[in-house]
T-cell receptor
Framework: DTGVSQDPRHKITKRGQNVTFRCDPI?????LYWYRQTLGQGPEFLTY????????KSRLLSDRFSAERPKGSFSTLEIQRTEQGDSAMYLC?????????????FGQGTRLTVV | GEDVEQSLFLSVREGDSSVINCTYT??????LYWYKQEPGAGLQLLTY?????DMKQDQRLTVLLNKKDKHLSLRIADTQTGDSAIYFC?????????????FGKGTRLSVIA
């Protein structure tokens, strides 16, 4: 296993278009997290899954954002009707279990640019 | 609400020690973490400390926690050019259940050869 992988690494889209990102976690990890990181900021939590269940969503996740993890393995994050303010790095992380001692492994991120 | 603050930049000479500071506001913070982010890479967990500890050492890294002042620091001994990166402080609280990590804005460490 090569770790958490995210696809694509970079995405440029026109304002108003829909985009979808994919995250493949480490295979035995049951928890999967999505974070957003804008320039000069730390990562901000968006949502997380335990297996296929979406357990928590941040208020940052507007109704244009939707995330799924249909089989408890890979996850997708879709942004509809993209806005320039959506330009950011979208980070995925996974962990085995969910206690605070559980190390979350991060992917390299998908950089979204909305023009 | 939860807030984690860090100084934005630090520049040191190769071989010197680096000290990166962080303050947090959540008094129920149970674990505090340091992550490293290199250009184009994801976040890498460097070390963490439990709130009932005041110091943790791991090779060149020393973490100091002053729980009274809600102040956390990361000291890197014998700083190398490969240590140049952004360092994020993060906190998590058991009292909030499985609340995911709250990160600071990051400190960009530049190591001058």
């Amino acid at each position: 296993d090569t770790g958490v992988s995210q696809d694509p690494r970079h995405k440029i889209t026109k304002r108003g278009q829909n985009v979808t990102f994919r995250c493949d976690p480490i295979s035995e990890h049951n928890r999967l997290y999505w974070y957003r990181q804008t320039l000069g900021q730390g990562p901000e939590f968006l949502t997380y899954f335990q297996n296929e269940a979406q357990l928590e969503k941040s208020r940052l996740l507007s109704d244009r954002f939707s995330a799924e993890r249909p089989k408890g393995s890979f996850s997708t994050l879709e942004i509809q009707r993209t806005e320039q303010g959506d330009s950011a790095m979208y980070l995925c992380a996974s962990s085995l279990g969910g206690g605070v001692l559980t190390e979350a492994f991060f992917g390299q991120g998908t950089r979204l640019t909305v023009v | 609400g939860e807030d984690v603050e860090q100084s934005l930049f630090l520049s040191v000479r190769e071989g010197d020690s680096s000290v990166i500071n962080c303050t947090y506001t959540d008094s129920s913070s149970t674990y505090l973490y340091w992550y490293k982010q290199e250009p184009g890479a994801g976040l890498q967990l460097l070390t963490y400390i439990f709130s009932n500890m005041d110091m943790k050492q791991d090779q060149r890294l020393t973490v100091l926690l002053n729980k009274k002042d809600k102040h956390l620091s990361l000291r890197i001994a014998d700083t190398q050019t490969g240590d140049s990166a952004i360092y994020f402080c993060a906190e998590a609280s058991l009292n909030s259940g499985n609340t995911p990590l709250v990160f600071g804005k990051g400190t960009r460490l530049s190591v001058i050869a």
